[in-house]
């Protein structure tokens, strides 16, 4: 059922998959072929579907996806390589398309349990920086969620290319978060949180930049953080 190319037969293999696996412990899984389903699932979140099933397949193959890291989490290296941060991202886009939000919620906890394993994985996805831009129309607990991962990422540039093209396009919206108009009212681990990330940025740039060899293009990179307004 779980390979099947019909979509409505893929939703109920993805389903019943779910509900065995949202109750399961490790000693009760012997004999499950986890290899082959991860690649089945993986293969789910990157599918262009027909139809409106296709987000709810989705959905619950990412459900069965977190289950399984929960049970195994030295599955997400592998998770990873057959196509999880990509599917994931497609996941998000489209459940920004179609307004389906807990589509949204469920990759960002997806994304909370990879991100410890492969944090540089999903800095280059680009996902966050969409769920960002919708970041006010989530709770609390959420919002949360999301700058634990950006937290996690956040000093994991390799490049320079890293920094400009995922860190920087995001500066302006955690920039808002230290504002001394919203610190009042903000949840004060969102506002511990963000100057971590900020703090986590700074020190990556010694991940590819020398302090003696390269001290103009360090400068230069603290330039961009002022622009953003981080030191006003």
């Given at each position: 059922?779980?390979?099947?190319d019909?979509e409505?037969?893929?939703l109920?293999g993805?389903t019943l998959?779910?509900?065995?696996?949202?109750?399961?412990?490790?000693?009760?899984?012997s004999g499950?072929?986890t290899?082959?389903f991860?690649d089945?699932l993986c293969k789910?979140l990157n599918?262009d579907?027909?139809?409106?099933?296709?987000?709810d397949?989705?959905f619950?193959?990412i459900?069965?996806?977190?289950?399984l890291i929960?049970?195994?989490?030295n599955?997400v290296?592998h998770?990873?390589?057959v196509?999880?941060?990509?599917?994931?991202t497609?996941s998000?886009?489209?459940?920004?398309?179609?307004?389906?939000?807990?589509?949204?919620?469920?990759?960002?906890?997806?994304?909370?349990?990879?991100?410890?394993?492969?944090?540089?994985?999903?800095?280059?996805?680009?996902?966050?920086?969409?769920?960002?831009?919708s970041?006010?129309f989530?709770d609390?607990?959420?919002?949360?969620?999301?700058?634990?991962i950006?937290?996690?990422?956040?000093?994991?540039?390799q490049?320079?290319?890293d920094?400009e093209?995922?860190?920087?396009?995001m500066?302006?919206?955690?920039?808002?978060?230290?504002n001394?108009?919203?610190?009042?009212?903000?949840?004060?681990?969102?506002l511990?949180d963000?100057?971590?990330?900020?703090c986590?940025?700074q020190?990556?740039?010694?991940?590819?930049y020398g302090p003696?060899?390269?001290?103009k293009?360090l400068?230069?990179?603290?330039?961009?953080?002022?622009e953003?307004g981080?030191?006003?």
């Amino acid at each position: 059922m779980l390979q099947s190319d019909e979509e409505f037969i893929a939703l109920q293999g993805v389903t019943l998959l779910q509900q065995k696996l949202a109750y399961a412990q490790e000693q009760q899984m012997s004999g499950f072929q986890t290899e082959a389903f991860m690649d089945s699932l993986c293969k789910h979140l990157n599918k262009d579907f027909m139809s409106d099933l296709g987000d709810d397949i989705k959905f619950n193959a990412i459900q069965c996806l977190t289950n399984l890291i929960d049970l195994y989490p030295n599955i997400v290296n592998h998770l990873v390589n057959v196509g999880l941060i990509k599917g994931l991202t497609n996941s998000v886009r489209s459940s920004f398309n179609t307004g389906f939000q807990d589509l949204t919620l469920v990759c960002i906890r997806a994304f909370e349990k990879v991100v410890s394993e492969a944090p540089h994985a999903v800095l280059r996805s680009g996902a966050i920086p969409l769920v960002l831009q919708s970041l006010d129309f989530f709770d609390t607990a959420t919002q949360n969620r999301v700058f634990t991962i950006i937290l996690r990422f956040a000093g994991t540039s390799q490049s320079e290319q890293d920094f400009e093209e995922h860190i920087l396009p995001m500066l302006p919206m955690l920039v808002m978060h230290l504002n001394p108009i919203n610190v009042v009212t903000q949840d004060l681990k969102k506002l511990e949180d963000t100057s971590r990330i900020f703090c986590e940025v700074q020190t990556s740039f010694f991940n590819f930049y020398g302090p003696r060899d390269d001290r103009k293009k360090l400068g230069g990179q603290f330039e961009k953080l002022s622009e953003q307004g981080l030191y006003n």
